[in-house]
């Protein structure tokens, strides 16, 4: 029972390289968002989908892209990596609600450090 | 738009007493509220959730929140901490149509022996 897996688990980066954060989930989950937690910050919605080929903004989407190809995956993009950008990166899925169960799960996180 | 405010940035207290964390909320409709847990170097892990069935509601490990309308909160109560609760907490408000999450800033809880 996965659940959500997030890969890779650390990342170094130099300034203005572009990578790519993978999540998958196997629940059928409608919905999955991308979040940044930052110390004293709490989590900050970057991107959210609510289902294959839908995506949009969420509270901080800048620098940062999303594609919703199939249901179990949503990676996010950064195309050009800051200093700034240097955070701790959850993914989340859930039902959409009123179709089932809508508590969100998380995955492990993805540390990533831009030099 | 919805918010949330966690009132104590660090909560500490001593094996086997009470345990407080503060949440208030602001929302223009009748929200969803969450609290989630965090261990160190861990994902978030769901404490419980109020979605308006009962305003008292209870956890996993002991934890409990009581809604309060009037108050606009929802804190988070354990009658007994255990070393093992020491983390960081995040209340959390649901937006319209449950697109969004908004949390707050998180509460750490230190329990000391």
């Known amino acids: 029972n996965a659940g959500v897996t997030q890969t890779p688990k650390f990342q170094v980066l130099k300034t203005g390289q572009s990578m790519t954060l993978q999540c998958a989930q196997d629940?059928?989950?409608?919905?999955m968002s991308w979040y940044r937690q930052d110390p004293g910050m709490g989590l900050r919605l970057i991107h959210y989908s609510v289902g294959a080929g839908i995506t949009d903004q969420g509270e901080v989407p800048n620098g940062y892209n999303v594609s919703r190809s199939t249901t179990e995956d949503f990676p996010l993009r950064l195309l050009s990596a800051a200093p700034s950008q240097t955070s701790v990166y959850f993914c989340a899925s859930s039902n959409i609600p009123g179709q089932g169960e809508d508590i969100q799960y998380f995955g492990a996180g993805t540390r990533l450090s831009v030099l | 738009a919805q918010s949330v405010t966690q009132l104590d940035s660090h909560v500490s207290v001593s094996e086997g007493t009470p345990v407080l964390l503060r949440c208030n909320y602001s929302?223009?409709?009748?929200?969803?509220l969450f609290w989630y847990v965090q261990h160190p170097n861990k994902g978030l892990q769901l404490l419980l959730k109020?979605?308006?069935?009962?305003?008292l509601v209870k956890g996993i490990n002991g934890f409990e929140a009581e809604f309060k309308k009037s108050e606009t909160s929802f804190h988070l109560t354990k009658p007994s901490a255990h070393m093992s609760d020491a983390a960081e907490y995040f209340c959390?408000?649901?937006?319209?149509?449950?697109?969004?999450?908004?949390f707050g800033k998180g509460t750490m809880l230190l329990v000391s022996p």
């Open positions: 109020y979605t308006s069935a009962a305003t």
């Open positions: 929302s223009s409709y009748s929200p969803s």
């Open positions: 959390v408000v649901t937006g319209p149509g449950y697109s969004t999450l908004t």
């Open positions: 629940m059928n989950h409608e919905y």
